[in-house]
């Protein structure tokens, strides 16, 4: 009951972020953040004197740099400011979200910047992620993010043919969309015309996990700023309220692979939406949102991971996709912004998916915004060892 | 045949022998086609450090052959489309042999686009055609204006850019009473000062140009209006060498591994492998945990499990996966496997890898299906480390 024990209302009042690229050897790391941080304050039309406390985030282990938050105060203005600096994984975007939340909710702030940021070119990804898995054996075993169980999943249930077809759909339905976001890393121009095509010639990295299926690597930053109820009002046109979020993880369920079905693996992301919609009293969670941002890692996992998040039953979510519903324009809009398959600067990924939910919410997020009014928008993060974070974000104060 | 940024696709063939780097072709000995849509097939064949290319309609014997057509083969030979961007949007396929095809990057120096000249008439009429797709309309908020370039000499010509309405649009004369006049003697010298290799200063001091009018909206206005303009000639080369400094960090690391992990460790140094069980719900962790996550219990229990067991999930792994110890990159394509080994059950799994050559053999089991069957092949050096198992392979 997170959100009930809630101090008072906390609103996103800036967002700013970068146009994620694997070529900005132009910035070195403070620039590359000062880019996001100069777009969220003059959206918040505030400057750094207003911010109380700056909470930064990243994966250190990625650019090897420890502490990096020092380094980058040149970069984020932190100088003689309250100051935290959050790892998580994968989620770390979206836990620095909650921070930032839970640290004005708390009253100890009125306005917290929040500050994700990757320069993946910098470092090893995969490298990095390998190191996350237990020094005392698994990391000599693990292929850092990739796996193709999920892929072996869909197919086992839904067969070959059509788990390939519902994956490659989705593909190009993110492809289409990161082509609308002027900030999204890639965008191939791929057309449901390739998708056998695809099929047949992507290469495959693990399993029938295939390269045109995984995520990019990017260099970015992203900057959204919180403030409590009252200045929220007071500065902003159209603060975007945080409702509710959730963390749940079960690191050991990363290294089982029983396949039976007598004992089921808790699978973080279906248990994290069920406890949130349970206590926020969503009943059908599918109707109550306008625009889901998740973090889709791979477009595997996105429509595996579909039925966990909204509830759904039998082959429902691959029906979505198959009836393109998840385009912007259809049921359920997913990742108008082209998701984490079009832009993927890990320490920002999932701080940019509550962005681009706030910024729908709004209204304003340029062309990739959805035709029809957002008033209930869903974000997701998704790291190593299973690890789930979703935020839930609303335009009227009403619930 | 069709050009595209004025190359044919002839011309990459043609010029291959030229650019061939006998170094690139080290132990080659082999055969690479390709298939260009609507333009033909070509045959590439490498030996001896020497190479051999035909245009033919046989590609047979070809390890691999790449798929494109004309536009993107030819943007990617010449650095105008982003080899990775057309291959993974399937502008570019590979069929056959992809690490083979990979070498014939090695083979060859860079496409060389051939310098063409461009006149100052060229160069004035490229300007001001991309005046509008330069505009930057944000920066037009509640601007009115006129510049006018009266530009002189045998090249030179009349423009007049209007800006109303966040509405960019140009005419070829002078109309109207601009907001600013500049002035060139020479149209010549507006084009160098434009590409940055003359500076305004020297041409007002030297009479060469002048400006009438709101001569500051041209001075600060401008430049932010418009998009910088870039020479056509220039390509995609930066001006300046961006620096970036390589590191790479060697670390000596070492861990303890406690009373838990520690019996498993040592248990394999011995060629057992054990498991421990919660004395609440009685699942088997492995390997051991000191708590069992879901009882919240310390679990002191070890029980020996396997060595023997069944092949419940594989990854295949085609990725280069780099090691993490050691940066080196592990052999593909290799199989990792989750045992679930005798005297466990549902998903207490052991992740390792199974023998190369049997990645083909191995079924994934489930309830009503039983995966094959497998053992563990030890290490003669035992150290009390998971690699004391040295893979699995299957138990006939």
């Known amino acids: ?399 | 045949m069709a050009e595209y940024w004025g190359v044919k696709v002839e011309d990459i063939f043609n010029s291959m022998q030229e650019r061939f780097r006998p170094e690139g072709a080290k132990d080659l000995d082999t055969v690479f086609g390709y298939d260009i849509k609507d333009e033909g097939k070509w045959k590439l064949t490498v030996k001896d450090n020497k190479i051999k290319i035909e245009k033919t309609d046989d590609l047979s014997g070809s390890v691999a052959t790449m798929q494109a057509d004309g536009e993107t083969f030819v943007g990617v030979n010449t650095g105008n489309v982003d080899a990775t961007n057309a291959f993974m949007g399937g502008k570019v396929k590979v069929e056959g042999d992809m690490a083979a095809f990979g070498k014939t990057g090695k083979l060859f120096r860079k496409f060389v686009i051939a310098q063409k000249e461009m006149t100052t008439k060229d160069y004035l009429a490229d300007m001001f055609a991309t005046i509008v797709p330069r505009f930057k309309v944000s920066e037009a908020a509640g601007l009115d204006a006129s510049f006018a370039f009266d530009l002189g000499g045998p090249d030179g010509g009349k423009w007049t850019v209007f800006i109303k309405d966040n509405v960019c649009t140009v005419t070829a004369t002078i109309e109207g009473k601009p907001t600013v006049t500049l002035e060139f003697n020479d149209a010549k010298d507006y084009v160098d000062f434009i590409l940055g290799k003359i500076d305004s200063q020297s041409l007002m001091a030297g009479g060469k140009a002048g400006a009438k009018g709101d001569l500051n909206m041209m001075a600060s206005k401008w430049p932010v209006l418009f998009e910088k303009y870039k020479d056509p000639l220039a390509g995609n080369v930066p001006q300046q060498e961006l620096i970036v400094l390589k590191k790479t960090i060697g670390l000596n690391e070492k861990f303890s591994t406690g009373p838990i992990m520690g019996k498993f460790l040592k248990g394999l140094k011995e060629k057992k492998i054990y498991a421990n069980k919660c004395p609440q719900c009685g699942r088997m962790q492995l390997p051991p945990r000191e708590v069992c996550a879901d009882c919240r219990v310390r679990v002191n229990e070890i029980v020996e499990v396997g060595p023997k067991g069944e092949v419940r999930y594989m990854d295949i792994v085609y990725y280069a996966m780099p090691d993490p110890l050691t940066g080196a990159v592990r052999d593909t394509p290799y199989g990792g496997i989750n045992v679930l080994m005798d005297g466990c059950k549902g998903n207490e799994t052991l992740p390792h890898f199974i023998r190369k050559d049997q990645i083909e053999k191995i079924q994934m089991g489930w309830n009503e299906k039983k995966g094959t069957r497998v053992r563990p092949v030890w290490e003669e050096n035992r150290i009390g480390d998971i690699w004391d198992i040295k893979y699995f392979e299957i138990d006939e």
Not at chain 1, 152 to 179: C, N, P, Q
Request: hydrophobic share 40%.
């Open chain 1, 1 to 399: 009951m997170a959100h009930k024990k809630k101090n008072r209302n906390v609103g996103i009042i800036g967002i700013g972020q970068t146009k994620h690229s694997s070529h900005r050897e132009d910035v070195n790391q403070p620039e590359l953040i000062h880019e996001a941080i100069s777009l969220a304050l003059k959206d918040a039309n505030l400057t750094m004197n207003d911010i109380d406390c700056v909470v930064h985030g990243n994966m250190e282990l990625f650019e090897m740099v420890h502490q990096p938050d020092l380094w980058h105060v040149l970069g984020t203005g932190a100088y003689g400011k309250d100051c935290i600096r959050i790892t998580t994984g994968g989620t770390v975007g979206a836990t620095i979200a909650c921070a930032s939340d839970n640290l004005v909710a708390s009253g100890m702030y009125d306005i917290v910047m929040a500050i994700g940021f990757e320069k993946l070119q910098e470092g090893h990804t995969t490298g990095g992620i390998t190191n996350m898995a237990d020094p005392l054996w698994f990391r000599k075993i693990q292929a850092g993010a990739l796996t193709g169980s999920s892929a072996y999943d869909v197919e086992k249930e839904f067969g070959l043919e059509r788990a390939d077809r519902a994956s490659l759909t989705y593909r190009i339905i993110m492809d289409k969309h990161a082509g609308l976001n002027p900030n999204a890393h890639r965008s191939f121009g791929l057309d449901f015309g390739q998708i056998d095509d695809l099929i047949r010639t992507s290469p495959r990295l693990v399993g029938n996990l295939k390269l045109i299926e995984m995520c990019s690597q990017s260099d970015g930053a992203c900057c959204v700023i919180f403030a409590c109820e009252k200045k929220a009002k007071d500065l902003a046109q159209t603060p975007v309220w945080i409702r509710d979020h959730i963390t749940v993880h079960k690191e050991e369920s990363f290294t089982i692979f029983g396949y039976d079905r007598k004992y089921p693996v808790l699978k973080t992301h279906k248990f994290a939406a069920e406890q949130l919609f349970k206590r926020n009293d969503i009943k059908n969670p599918l109707d109550y949102f306008d625009v889901f941002e998740m973090y889709d890692p791979a477009s595997w996992w996105a429509i595996d991971w579909l039925r966990d998040f909204f509830a759904l039953k039998g082959d429902e979510h691959l029906k979505l996709i198959e009836d393109k519903e998840i385009m912007i324009g259809g049921k359920m809009p997913i990742n108008p912004s082209g998701g984490v398959i079009g832009s993927n600067p890990i320490g920002a990924t999932a701080l940019l998916r509550v962005a681009e939910a706030a910024l729908q919410v709004r209204g304003n997020a340029g062309p990739h915004q959805i035709p029809t009014p957002v008033k209930h928008a869903l974000a997701s993060g998704f790291g190593g060892t299973m690890w789930t974070v979703m935020t839930m974000l609303e335009k009227e104060l009403n619930w």
